[in-house]
């Protein structure tokens, strides 16, 4: 079955410092969903990307498809303690061809300290 | 209204009881979830509902039992679980099962089996 793979597992930056996460998808992808869960908390919806290469920006959070559709980044400019949580990528992946069911990347767990 | 509500947030419960984890949306979404997520792990798709109807049951052992009454209803009935089971029970929903359709999470219920 599909795998979709983050990487680092775990990142601990000091406030202001970038960071990035890459999500790594066995098989091609139709879009990418990213989530964002604070500790303690549910997953929240971030993004979703679509087109082959795409790039968005909300705020200091930068999101990109590769131009594959294998693959995906996250990248956060001049973290804030705000910042912390784990960021989950999914990829939708189906068994039927119709139903969807999301896939969710093993996840990158952000510290940020002052 | 974006909120996806689950009851109970918290619930202890011994091996040989039978409960119940309520889920309820009021954003016309036809398609609702079930997820278990262990500590440090992204969530792992137990039961998807398309239209009040099961749509993709991820092979959850009998000891789980769900149940769609209505479209803003979701449940989740519990008998004989095992200490293994304790986890982050997390509702979802969506506007459908389309590859591009978001989903909006619950803030999950924390179960213990003891």
């Known amino acids: 079955g599909q795998q979709v793979m983050q990487i680092p597992q775990y990142q601990h930056v000091q406030e202001g410092e970038d960071f990035t996460t890459y999500c790594n998808s066995s098989?091609?992808?139709?879009?990418i969903q990213w989530y964002k869960q604070r500790p303690g908390g549910h997953p929240v919806f971030l993004i979703q990307l679509v087109k082959s290469g795409e790039v968005k920006k909300q705020k200091r959070l930068t999101f990109q498809f590769g131009e594959a559709k294998k693959n995906s980044s996250l990248h956060i400019t001049a973290t804030q303690t705000t910042d912390v949580g784990t960021y989950f990528c999914?990829?939708?992946?189906?068994?039927?061809?119709?139903?969807?069911?999301?896939?969710f990347g093993t996840g990158t767990r952000l510290q940020v300290t002052l | 209204d974006t909120e996806v509500t689950q009851t109970p947030k918290h619930l202890v419960m011994g091996m040989t009881n039978k409960k119940s984890l309520k889920c309820e949306q009021h954003m016309g979404h036809r398609a609702m979830y079930w997820y278990k997520q262990k500590a440090k792990k992204p969530p792992e798709l137990m039961f998807v509902?398309?239209?009040?109807?099961?749509?993709i049951n991820e092979s959850v052992p009998s000891r789980f039992s769900p149940e769609c009454p209505n479209s803003s209803l979701l449940n989740l009935h519990l008998h004989a679980l095992q200490p293994e089971d304790s986890a982050l029970y997390l509702c979802?929903?969506?506007?459908?099962?389309?590859?591009?359709?978001?989903?909006?999470f619950g803030p999950g219920t924390r179960l213990t089996v003891l």
């Open positions: 509902y398309s239209y009040e109807k099961l749509s």
């Open positions: 999914a990829g939708p992946t189906s068994d039927t061809g119709t139903a969807s069911k999301l896939t």
């Open positions: 979802a929903s969506s506007q459908d099962l389309g590859w591009t359709d978001t989903q909006y």
């Open positions: 098989t091609t992808l139709s879009n």
